[in-house]
């Protein structure tokens, strides 16, 4: 009997096999080989944990089954990330950027350089060697960890003022190396000591500093789009609810040509909220990459020769979905939020009625424990403080937990879809996702050393990535 159940169940698996080989064979029959456009996704800080997280996020509870996200549909492989073994196996946002970058595994705290602080070559740069337009839109400052290693090079992610000048100061065959880049920074590109926004607008770059502004460029144009001083607001915060789809579409718009672009998106603050335990915001950044991703799969319906890839750089926060010894995850209490927690506490303290206040911008009814607690926060004069109580507060109703402020070293998930996506099936490291991508690009031009005028060196920031995330 046990014999006859074994090869019944090897007839299934072989079926099964057969279904799907075919399936995607002939998915892949319908796509070019290699890819004209190349879309590199990074969601900075999103483990595993983050993913599963989001499609409970997302389930609809009149329904028996938990339902797939986006994600599911792409999903392709998993990666390794730990960085250059000088650093051990924890990997920073740096290191792991130049790695998915350049295939080159480098120090925690390298932009765009190996072991001995020697430039590699990323792929946004080669696209560019090779005549292709190149772009970024990321939701941090545009001179953060993961847009800097694929645009500049520099010993120290620290030194935002001196990639801002790299942005400026190297050229590829006589040209800027991203034709396209929004995000935030207006505080490293408009100084006291350098304007690099006017040197940019200049050079015949188009400037805007609102969403709005950006809507109102012609197609095809080469752009600087800075929305904030540093970072973006929180998805949670910002008056476009969709902002990383948004960028996302009008980079697009102006890097599109006969050449193909090389276009790197960043959902940057999906690590900023893991680093702060937020579970809140971390699902409404998700919910904003999940948004960019709808987009980018219909772009890609009607623009099969594009490949898209997204993976992590790391996970962070070490979230895990049920806590303190009880089997349950109750994500219904994160889905009415009218405002990030952080906005939350630091609001609350000039509020004439804080339960009413917290109550509604949570978006459920307090609780008396709940309520007691918030009148207490009120009185709280530190922020932090009044943070954490309130991120506390989602993390019981929800049941959430945290094992860290910092990184993890787990593996990350791989995520693909359009012209060449089959490269991506597999487990491998982070190096071989670039490997993947040079090997996609097309073989023409010969490749130019990049050209760069060194920048005066300014005093190194003292800013602490273990604490401050955002390095503000």
Not at 167 to 185: H, K, S, T, W
Not at 429 to 454: C, H, M, Q, S, Y
């Given at each position: 009997?046990?014999q006859?159940?074994?090869?019944?169940?090897?007839?299934?698996f072989?079926?099964?096999?057969?279904?799907?080989?075919?399936d995607?064979?002939?998915?892949?029959?319908?796509l070019p080989?290699?890819?004209?456009?190349?879309?590199m996704?990074?969601?900075?800080?999103?483990?595993?944990a983050?993913?599963t997280?989001y499609?409970n996020?997302?389930?609809?509870p009149?329904?028996?089954?938990?339902e797939g996200v986006?994600l599911?549909?792409?999903?392709?492989g998993?990666?390794?990330t730990?960085?250059?073994?000088?650093?051990g196996?924890?990997?920073d946002?740096?290191?792991?950027?130049t790695a998915?970058?350049?295939g080159?595994k480098s120090?925690?705290?390298a932009?765009g350089?190996?072991?001995n602080?020697?430039?590699?070559?990323?792929i946004?740069q080669?696209?560019?060697q090779l005549g292709m337009?190149?772009?970024?839109a990321?939701?941090?400052?545009?001179?953060h960890?993961?847009?800097a290693s694929?645009v500049?090079?520099?010993?120290?992610?620290?030194n935002?003022?001196?990639?801002?000048?790299?942005?400026?100061d190297?050229r590829?065959n006589g040209?800027?190396?991203?034709?396209v880049?929004?995000?935030g920074?207006?505080k490293?590109f408009?100084r006291?000591?350098?304007?690099?926004?006017g040197e940019?607008?200049?050079?015949?770059?188009?400037?805007?500093d609102?969403y709005?502004?950006l809507?109102?460029?012609?197609?095809?144009?080469n752009?600087l789009?800075?929305?904030a001083e540093?970072?973006l607001?929180?998805?949670?915060?910002?008056?476009?609810?969709?902002?990383l789809?948004y960028?996302?579409?009008?980079a697009?718009?102006?890097l599109e040509?006969?050449?193909?672009f090389?276009?790197?998106?960043e959902a940057?603050q999906?690590?900023?909220?893991?680093?702060?335990?937020?579970i809140?915001?971390?699902?409404a950044?998700m919910?904003d990459?999940?948004l960019?991703?709808?987009?980018?799969?219909?772009?890609v319906?009607?623009?099969?020769?594009?490949l898209v890839?997204?993976?992590?750089?790391?996970?962070t926060?070490?979230?895990?979905?049920?806590?303190r010894?009880?089997?349950?995850w109750?994500?219904?209490?994160?889905?009415?939020l009218?405002?990030s927690?952080e906005?939350?506490?630091?609001?609350?303290?000039e509020?004439?009625?804080?339960?009413?206040?917290?109550?509604?911008?949570?978006g459920?009814?307090?609780n008396?424990?709940?309520?007691?607690?918030?009148?207490e926060l009120a009185k709280q004069?530190?922020?932090k403080?009044r943070?954490?109580g309130i991120k506390?507060?989602?993390d019981i109703r929800?049941?959430?937990g945290?094992?860290t402020?910092?990184h993890t070293g787990v593996?990350?998930?791989?995520f693909a879809?359009?012209?060449g996506?089959?490269?991506f099936?597999?487990?491998?490291d982070n190096?071989d996702?670039a490997k993947?991508?040079?090997?996609?690009?097309p073989?023409?031009?010969p490749?130019?050393k990049?050209?760069t005028?060194?920048a005066?060196k300014?005093?190194?920031?003292?800013c602490d990535?273990?604490?401050d995330?955002?390095?503000e």
């Amino acid at each position: 009997m046990r014999q006859k159940l074994l090869v019944a169940v090897a007839a299934t698996f072989a079926l099964s096999a057969c279904v799907n080989t075919t399936d995607t064979a002939n998915t892949q029959k319908q796509l070019p080989s290699t890819p004209k456009n190349i879309i590199m996704i990074v969601s900075d800080g999103m483990g595993p944990a983050y993913t599963t997280a989001y499609r409970n996020f997302r389930d609809n509870p009149d329904t028996p089954e938990v339902e797939g996200v986006v994600l599911d549909d792409i999903f392709v492989g998993n990666a390794s990330t730990y960085p250059d073994q000088v650093s051990g196996f924890v990997t920073d946002s740096a290191a792991s950027a130049t790695a998915l970058a350049s295939g080159v595994k480098s120090y925690n705290g390298a932009i765009g350089v190996d072991k001995n602080k020697k430039p590699v070559t990323s792929i946004l740069q080669r696209a560019k060697q090779l005549g292709m337009r190149t772009g970024v839109a990321v939701t941090s400052q545009i001179v953060h960890a993961t847009p800097a290693s694929y645009v500049a090079h520099n010993e120290s992610r620290q030194n935002y003022n001196e990639l801002a000048d790299s942005f400026f100061d190297d050229r590829i065959n006589g040209e800027f190396v991203a034709d396209v880049m929004l995000g935030g920074g207006t505080k490293y590109f408009e100084r006291q000591d350098r304007n690099v926004t006017g040197e940019f607008i200049d050079a015949g770059y188009a400037y805007v500093d609102t969403y709005n502004k950006l809507a109102t460029l012609p197609a095809g144009e080469n752009v600087l789009g800075l929305f904030a001083e540093v970072g973006l607001p929180w998805a949670l915060d910002d008056l476009r609810k969709n902002r990383l789809a948004y960028l996302t579409e009008h980079a697009i718009k102006h890097l599109e040509n006969d050449k193909g672009f090389f276009l790197l998106v960043e959902a940057s603050q999906v690590d900023w909220a893991g680093h702060s335990n937020d579970i809140a915001a971390a699902m409404a950044e998700m919910h904003d990459l999940n948004l960019a991703l709808e987009y980018l799969v219909s772009y890609v319906e009607e623009h099969p020769d594009t490949l898209v890839v997204l993976t992590a750089d790391h996970s962070t926060g070490g979230l895990t979905i049920g806590a303190r010894g009880e089997y349950r995850w109750a994500p219904e209490w994160l889905q009415n939020l009218k405002q990030s927690p952080e906005t939350i506490a630091q609001n609350i303290v000039e509020m004439d009625s804080p339960v009413a206040y917290v109550s509604d911008a949570l978006g459920f009814e307090l609780n008396d424990k709940e309520k007691q607690q918030v009148v207490e926060l009120a009185k709280q004069g530190d922020l932090k403080a009044r943070f954490a109580g309130i991120k506390a507060l989602l993390d019981i109703r929800s049941n959430t937990g945290w094992t860290t402020t910092g990184h993890t070293g787990v593996d990350v998930e791989v995520f693909a879809f359009g012209a060449g996506s089959s490269q991506f099936y597999g487990q491998y490291d982070n190096t071989d996702i670039a490997k993947k991508l040079f090997g996609l690009l097309p073989k023409r031009a010969p490749v130019v050393k990049t050209e760069t005028t060194p920048a005066p060196k300014e005093e190194k920031s003292q800013c602490d990535f273990e604490t401050d995330w955002r390095c503000e």
